[in-house]
């Protein structure tokens, strides 16, 4: 059984289990998922991810959980934290949120959810004085949900990570502890029109 790290009105975040590997792989290595994240993977590449994945979850206790609907427990994504650590981020350590849907599960609220859910639980239950999101100038989807969040882009945070230099510069964006409480509220608000 797989512990159950949060949970929201439509989704849990929970840790992997021993049979997400294979289905993660399954319904996330295609074309558009993994567009701005290096290109689809081999089977022996995602391995070397998910070994990544449990190593931040032993080690710090927190690593990008799997999402799931409750309606029906399927998986559509994650979503979590981690410490930055790319090849030439200047905040190595600085925590992260991160998120990677199936395609079917894009526009509908679902990264906005589980996001909130992570950054509660990075500036509450894990104490992090800020927490950073990352992704490429032309992602407009991913560096959009950063600013609904009520994440700022922070110019000074650019780096090249030499295993994706195709996609020019990495750009961070970035909030405060003392500023979530207000972005939460703004990202749970109704949008206009």
Request: one cysteine or more; a negative charge.
């Amino acid at each position: 059984m797989t512990q159950v790290i949060a949970t929201t009105d439509r989704l849990r975040l929970r840790e992997w289990g021993e049979s997400d590997e294979g289905r993660f792989y399954a319904v996330m290595n295609d074309p558009a998922v993994m567009r701005w994240l290096g290109g689809v993977q081999t089977p022996e590449q995602w391995h070397a991810v998910v070994e990544r994945l449990l190593g931040y979850q032993r080690e710090l206790g927190f690593t990008f959980w799997i999402v799931e609907r409750l309606e029906d427990d399927a998986l559509l994504g994650w979503c979590g934290l981690k410490r930055i650590n790319y090849p030439g981020a200047p905040n190595a350590g600085e925590m992260e949120v991160g998120w990677r849907y199936r395609e079917d599960a894009w526009g509908q609220g679902i990264a906005k959810e589980a996001a909130i859910a992570a950054l509660d639980l990075a500036f509450g239950r894990f104490a992090s004085p800020s927490v950073v999101a990352v992704t490429f100038r032309e992602n407009e989807g991913s560096w959009g949900l950063m600013e609904r969040l009520g994440m700022t882009y922070e110019p000074a945070l650019d780096f090249v990570d030499p295993r994706y230099a195709n996609y020019g510069p990495t750009k961070q964006w970035r909030i405060e502890a003392a500023d979530w409480p207000a972005a939460r509220a703004a990202a749970l608000a109704p949008r206009a029109g």
